[in-house]
């Protein structure tokens, strides 16, 4: 079973449903916002997979450590009052054994020079890639070809080598 990145805007989506309805992933996740049917599916049989057998061998949910900073950066536009910084914090200091929080260092280098610095949007407009989303793009590739990205920004998702791994 493949890992799953969760961008920026997803990763809060996944908190407020974590402190909500998924009951800090004691029920299943739901499709709702920005995790599509495909995500939930990923997340919730990640869970499974570590409440049965507690093998995190399986997969992981995953955020890089910026996704987290760049929440807090936009924190009323982005978590709209759905969880507060206690939570937050709480679950940086201690996440489920099934999620990883992937730091930014000179590991990624290598990843970070695999990303392309512009993309051609589908309407031709060629845009830059935001450093903060080519950290996103690196811990994909860092994590092998299985891994997975859930991603709601339209710059990542026209990566060429992302393409099939974008959920």
Partial sequence: ????????????????????????????????????????FHINKIIA????SGDLS???VIASSLAFVEIVRKWEV???????IIQFAAFIEQPP??????SIDEDLIDYILMTPTD????????????W???VHVSTVISRGNSCL??????????????KNRII
């Fill in 132 to 134: 903060t989303d080519a």
């Fill in 78 to 84: 982005i978590v709209k009052k759905r969880f507060n």
């Fill in 1 to 40: 079973m493949p890992d799953i990145i969760l961008d920026s805007n997803v990763l809060a989506d996944f908190l407020a449903q974590f402190f909500n309805e998924a009951e800090r992933g004691q029920r299943n996740f739901r499709s709702r916002d920005r995790i599509t049917d495909k995500c939930v």
């Fill in 97 to 102: 054994e099934w999620f990883f929080i992937a």
């Fill in 49 to 52: 997979s570590y409440n049965i």
């Fill in 58 to 60: 399986s997969g992981l």
């Fill in 119 to 130: 993309i051609a949007l589908p309407n031709g407009e060629i845009k830059p890639i935001e």
């Fill in 149 to 162: 990205i859930a991603t709601t920004d339209q710059r990542i998702e026209q990566i060429n080598i992302l």
